[in-house]
Each structure stands twice: as structure tokens, then as C-alpha cells.
């Protein structure tokens, strides 16, 4: 059974720092890219990031850039999102998802844990 936990998030004040975590089971972790989105309230799920199943390639919504920073650790089946210098617009409820590869996009999708940053 393949399964993405997030973890770590919270409430926040702006300016914080806070760092989330995505567990994966059931699947071949290392071959796969992975990428964390968020969904705010009344809003869409959009793009934070992206990072290739090799750690090697990176990439990043506008919105973020030099702020968020990807990572992923193949050994622990885990990839992480740090974020810095958060503002209240990046609360949502942020997700990670895997994408094999195969051309069918991220197809597979963790639970979510939200983030809250007050003003």
C-alpha cells in the first residue's frame, strides 16, 4: 500500500521558520520525484516545489523562491520542505505528492498537515 504522512506543521508567527516532513511507504522512493503543493482556504492547490527522485534538480513556484528549499533523504523514504521567512499568506494545508515518472504527473498524494502563520 503506497502512503505519503506529511508532518510538521503548526502555527507559526510571521517571520518563523518551520520545516515539513513527508514519509513515503510502499513504493520504490528512490525513483520517484517528488513535490509539495498547498491548498488555502477558498483557493486552489498550487505548486510549491519540486524535487527530482535524484536530489539533484530543484525547482520552486515564484511565490517561494529563496524562501522554501526542498530536500529529500532516499535513505529515509522522506523528503522535507524548510521554509523560512514565512508570511501569512503561505497558510494552507500543504501536501506532498510522487510522481514516478511514467508521464501520469503526481499521481499519488499524502493526507496534508496545515501551516498557520499569524500577522
Known amino acids: 500500500q503506497v502512503q505519503l504522512v506529511e508532518s510538521g506543521g503548526g502555527l507559526v508567527q510571521t517571520g518563523d521558520s518551520l520545516r515539513l516532513s513527508c514519509a513515503a511507504s510502499?513504493?520504490?522512493?528512490?525513483?520517484?520525484?517528488m513535490g509539495w503543493f498547498r491548498q488555502a482556504p477558498g483557493k486552489e492547490r498550487e505548486f510549491v516545489g519540486s524535487i527530482r527522485w535524484s536530489g539533484g534538480n530543484t525547482r520552486y513556484a515564484d511565490s517561494v523562491k529563496g524562501r522554501f528549499t526542498l530536500s529529500r533523504d532516499n535513505a529515509k523514504n522522506t523528503v522535507y520542505l524548510q521554509m523560512h521567512s514565512l508570511k501569512p499568506e503561505d497558510t494552507a494545508v500543504y501536501y506532498c505528492a510522487a510522481d514516478r515518472g511514467t508521464g501520469s504527473g503526481f499521481s499519488t498524494w499524502g493526507q496534508g498537515t496545515q501551516v498557520t502563520v499569524s500577522s
Open positions: 510502499g513504493l520504490t522512493f528512490r525513483t520517484y520525484d
